[in-house]
């Protein structure tokens, strides 16, 4: 093992233009240099090096990092080895020694148990496909649950063999060391297998990397757990993931709704009959997290469960957390004794679709008909159980959806909306007394731009999220403002542009949706609260690849709108039109350029309220509710679109 001292002397000794000059033939370019890129053919170069920042890019593929990741990629070796390359080069003794539990306890988990799990998910697949073992029990028992072979290789499922140490000992025989394959979660203590003899299911995170296993046993012996679970590792926390979403996303983002079941194959039976907007919560209660990663695609969210009595109570304790989270809820509790799996082989696709669309229930009727059918005809259960549903809808943040849900169970119970209405008041008047509110520690800067009113949502603003990182990264440690004391010659008050934007973001409370955007945002808030700079060496040797990653992209050059891997590359003029800005030289009028930026945001994101607002106008209409949440919405109608007039102004934009 390298210690950290030595390491840190090799990084600070690697030149990276010196290092991949050994590789391509580099040629400078005004600051950078440029060559034909190694990752790919190219006749034309568009391999960038930046020698002051340490990181290349390569603006046709798309590679991007710092001088390990250009040896990790060029020469296909480990992170240890790129820096025991690197020793050699620069002439640095490496004094390895044993690892010891306290030098394990420090490596990087992260990348190792990635590295085991992709080796692992090759085993599982090639153990299913290409074995007599995995035809002959795990392929043939996928083929008896209906599940076709597109549908397996769609979502990587394996299989595990009888043999109990035939993965350890493959993975052992391929240099991995148990002490990793154990935190992995892929052996146990006694380097046996901990998915022996089940069907492998592969969890993936939004990069499409294999974060950890779902195993499901194949024999019918109750004695042994029916799943298997990879438990929490380094990269793992089943808490934060559902399964389904990598396949899915796409196809929650075009129908702007979610399917949520239960278990895998669920979500397999249901992506089978093309409804790919569907995903499963690994076997836990729904959690914060996990809502959070489906609001990145779509507010509403359709709860397909099991009609016994554990399907029901799942749906009921999710349905708070989804409510107060601001997702739309409808729920569908399939036939008697069927789960979506089980009902798809029962009826044809067609039925099935049929099904869904006619039983779906708004979370209200769903949660009223639960609750008093279960309270008979008692009035002191019924009371109780009305509370119940109330205190449901007071969770709901927005007033007027609150409103409506008041009305349509009004009209449904037969009972006075305003008797409700005073009951959902006192029990917002409870939970607003017995809250407690954090205050922010912010930098007192005056604010920028205009404020947003309290009741405008954050929302997904993807590009400009990522204009705003790029600025952060190449110029948040220079000057935006400064005070001088003419008198004595000094600087008695200086602010930084990363202190300005953000101050201006926290003054209206706005966070970043992208969440690996918003992690490197934090990254930047923490330096800044501690150091009172940035420092972009810290995000550069980040051990989250994709931070790494996006980091390089976005230093790289003004022009480049760094996405997660697999997303557009280059900012064209277009983009920047599109934006607002037009770009000269940036660096010549930054803090005009900022100005614009931020007024972009919440131009933006002040048109989304609007036309939020709208829907919930049309929807109290059609629900003849009051005038005076009808009035209250025109309100805000009228208060954001004097502010996005003079926010338009200042873009020289026109407002409609």
């Given at each position: 093992m390298i210690d950290d001292v030595?390491?840190?002397?090799?990084?600070?000794?690697?030149?990276i233009v010196d290092v991949i000059s050994e590789f391509v033939q580099l040629k400078k370019r005004g600051s950078n240099y440029i060559g034909l890129c190694p990752f790919h053919k190219e006749k034309t170069p568009s391999f960038t090096v930046n020698e002051a920042k340490g990181i290349f890019k390569c603006f046709g593929c798309g590679k991007a990092g710092n001088v390990i990741n250009f040896l990790m990629e060029h020469e296909k070796i480990s992170y240890a080895d790129a820096l025991r390359w690197l020793a050699r080069k620069y002439k640095i003794e490496i004094k390895e020694k044993p690892l010891t539990q306290e030098d394990i306890a420090r490596q990087n988990e992260r990348e190792s148990i990635l590295v085991a799990n992709k080796f692992a998910h090759d085993f599982f697949v090639k153990q299913l496909f290409e074995t007599d073992e995995g035809k002959s029990v795990g392929l043939s028992y996928l083929e008896h649950r209906g599940v076709r072979e597109d549908i397996i290789r769609k979502f990587g499922l394996g299989y595990c063999p009888a043999n109990n140490t035939a993965f350890a000992n493959t993975a052992i025989k391929n240099g991995f060391k148990p002490e990793i394959l154990q935190k992995a979660g892929l052996i146990n203590k006694g380097n046996y297998d901990n998915f022996t003899s089940r069907i492998v299911f592969p969890i993936y995170n939004l990069s499409g990397n294999v974060v950890g296993f779902s195993g499901r046993r194949i024999s019918n012996d109750e004695n042994i757990a029916k799943y298997f679970n990879t438990p929490d590792t380094e990269i793992f926390h089943k808490g934060q993931l559902l399964y389904g979403l990598y396949q899915a996303k796409k196809a929650i983002i075009e129908k702007d709704f979610c399917y949520l079941v239960e278990g895998n194959l669920d979500v397999i039976a249901m992506h089978q009959m093309s409804l790919e907007n569907t995903v499963a919560s690994l076997g836990t209660a729904l959690t914060v997290d996990q809502i959070a990663l489906i609001k990145r695609f779509t507010k509403n969210i359709v709860l397909v469960y099991d009609s016994d009595k554990a399907g029901i109570n799942a749906a009921i304790k999710g349905i708070d957390l989804l409510l107060q989270e601001g997702m739309n809820i409808k729920v569908v509790l399939l036939p008697e004794k069927h789960d979506p799996d089980s009902f798809s082989k029962a009826v044809t696709p067609n039925e099935f679709v049929s099904y869904l669309d006619n039983n779906k229930q708004d979370f209200i009727f769903f949660k009223t008909n639960i609750l008093l059918s279960e309270a008979n005809k008692d009035p002191i259960k019924r009371t109780t159980a009305l509370k119940e549903i109330l205190r449901t809808i007071s969770i709901i943040p927005d007033k007027l959806i609150r409103a409506l849900y008041i009305k349509e169970l009004s009209d449904y119970l037969n009972i006075n909306e305003e008797t409700l209405h005073t009951e959902v008041n006192s029990l917002l008047i409870q939970k607003k007394i017995s809250t407690t509110y954090e205050q922010k520690s912010v930098i007192s800067i005056?604010?920028?731009?205009p404020s947003l009113p309290s009741f405008v949502d954050d929302f997904y603003v993807e590009e400009i999220e990522t204009e705003i990182l790029r600025i952060l990264l190449l110029y948040g440690n220079l000057p935006y403002y400064q005070e001088y004391d003419e008198q004595n010659n000094t600087i008695v008050n200086s602010v930084s542009i990363a202190e300005a934007i953000i101050s201006d973001l926290l003054?209206?409370?706005?966070?970043?949706?992208?969440?690996?955007?918003?992690?490197?945002?934090?990254?930047?808030?923490?330096?800044?609260?501690?150091?009172?700079?940035i420092d972009e060496k810290e995000l550069i040797y980040h051990e989250?690849?994709?931070?790494?990653e996006i980091v390089a992209n976005l230093l790289s050059t003004p022009y480049y709108q760094g996405k997660i891997k697999g997303q557009s590359d280059v900012l064209s003029s277009s983009y920047f039109k599109r934006l607002g800005i037009y770009v000269r030289n940036e660096k010549d009028f930054l803090n005009e350029l900022i100005r614009q930026l931020l007024l972009r945001y919440k131009h933006k994101l002040l048109e989304i309220a609007i036309n939020d607002c709208r829907k919930k106008i049309q929807k109290a209409q059609e629900a003849n509710l009051a005038d005076e949440y009808i009035n209250e919405e025109l309100l805000k109608i009228q208060q954001l679109t004097k502010i996005i007039s003079s926010i338009g102004e200042k873009l020289n934009l026109v407002v409609r």
């Open positions: 030595t390491r840190q002397r090799i990084l600070d000794s690697a030149q005056p604010q920028q731009t003054n209206d409370d706005l966070e970043f949706k992208n969440l690996i955007y918003k992690q490197i945002y934090e990254i930047i808030r923490n330096q800044l609260e501690q150091y009172k700079y989250n690849e994709q931070i790494r």
